[in-house]
């Protein structure tokens, strides 16, 4: 099977095959070990010196420890939202008692650094600023280096919060340079792991916020985290499995080299969008904010999403994503995150140019 949604992403052989080793003590010396090299790893990754925390949970769960450790009820936030994920991160916000102020932008569109603007200038109180970097389900990227620019250069003291699930590890993400106050991220993505691992870093000036927090939090409170990574340990029972998986993964991206992986992720988005428009298809976004990890698709005019899969698994194997919410049978999605490669997309061009023809 030909997997080509945007994540969970197929994982390589060996990496799947370091899952059956047998268990270790979770709290001995050599998970110790494990922990402290892959959080090294993940530190290189993010383009951080700051404290990165591996939870065990899917990216809404990375989102959740976000929010409810640097917000407290009532603070107001910036929820800049361009697509289902950007609206989940303002709901968990709502949900735990933050004032959110929305900031919707139209489905295939990048949030203009204008828009923030204007929102910041008319609610002076936001205190913390919430983004998605990649929104998987339109297939655009927003311009995290430019949208910091103005939030953490041109305002103050506002937290910068992003959701990072479907970019770290693969697109250019450098959260010291571009002064990201938290990034979030998920396993089943670019990393080339199955789901099931969460990653997320603080910078100072959210670990400041953490430590005014008054939002409840239990199994996602940092401090604990915090408190357990000093003894080399995670404060609740780790899956080990999947972090016998990242170890030999970072083994893999370090080797590469990160700017290398940001790089053929760029080749095989251009590829593959080049490729979609030669047999006739319309890309979604605009090509300047279109995603590198995953590609949108319009679907024919008087055909809907639903039936194009159904026609690409059974005649070819393939299995390609619907749209989301309001999207669902207007566009398909091709994911092409971790190891993929132009003989991975050939395949899906193929079965496409069936379909269209
Ligand atoms: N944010 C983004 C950008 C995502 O792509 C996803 C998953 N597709 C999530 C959040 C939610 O992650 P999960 O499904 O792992 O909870």
Redesign the pocket.
């Given at each position: 099977m030909n997997l080509r949604i945007?994540?969970p992403i197929p994982v390589p052989e060996d990496i799947l095959e370091t899952m059956s080793n047998p268990m270790i003590n979770h709290r001995g010396s050599e998970f110790k070990d494990i922990l402290y090299r892959t959080t090294e790893g993940l530190k290189t990754v993010f383009g951080t010196k700051a404290p990165v925390y591996i939870l065990t949970g899917?990216?809404?769960?990375?989102?959740e420890t976000v929010i409810v450790n640097t917000l407290s009820k009532g603070d107001k936030v910036l929820s800049i939202s361009i697509g289902t994920?950007g609206e989940?991160?303002g709901e968990i916000a709502k949900i735990y008692g933050a004032d959110v102020v929305y900031l919707k932008c139209l489905p295939g569109t990048a949030v203009a650094v204008d828009q923030i603007r204007n929102c910041l200038d008319e609610h002076p109180g936001i205190k913390a600023v919430l983004v998605?970097?990649?929104?998987?389900?339109t297939g655009v990227a927003n311009d995290l280096e430019e949208i910091s620019n103005v939030v953490k250069k041109e305002y103050e003291n506002k937290l910068l919060l992003v959701?990072g699930?479907?970019?770290v590890a693969s697109l250019p993400t450098y959260m010291d340079l571009w002064e990201c106050d938290v990034i979030s991220t998920?396993s089943?993505?670019g990393w080339m792991l199955p789901?099931g691992l969460?990653f997320i870093s603080f910078s100072d000036f959210a670990i400041n916020a953490y430590k005014k927090s008054d939002m409840p939090k239990f199994y996602f409170d940092i401090g604990q985290y915090e408190k357990y990574f000093k003894m080399g340990q995670t404060p609740w029972t780790p899956a080990v499995s999947l972090m016998f998986a990242l170890d030999l993964a970072l083994e893999q991206i370090l080797k590469e080299g990160i700017e290398n992986v940001y790089s053929r992720h760029k080749e095989i988005g251009q590829f593959t969008r080049n490729q979609v428009r030669r047999i006739g298809f319309s890309i979604f976004p605009e090509e300047k904010v279109a995603s590198n990890t995953v590609t949108a698709v319009n679907v024919p005019d008087g055909r809907q999403s639903g039936e194009l899969i159904a026609f690409m698994k059974t005649n070819y194997d393939v299995v390609l994503a619907a749209g989301q919410g309001e999207l669902k049978e207007k566009i398909f999605r091709i994911g092409h995150m971790g190891k993929t490669t132009r003989n991975d997309i050939k395949p899906v061009i193929e079965g496409l140019s069936k379909y269209i023809s």
């Open positions: 945007p994540g899917s990216g809404t769960g990375a989102m994920f989940r991160f998605t970097h990649n929104e998987t389900s959701d699930v479907s970019s998920a089943q993505k789901p969460a």
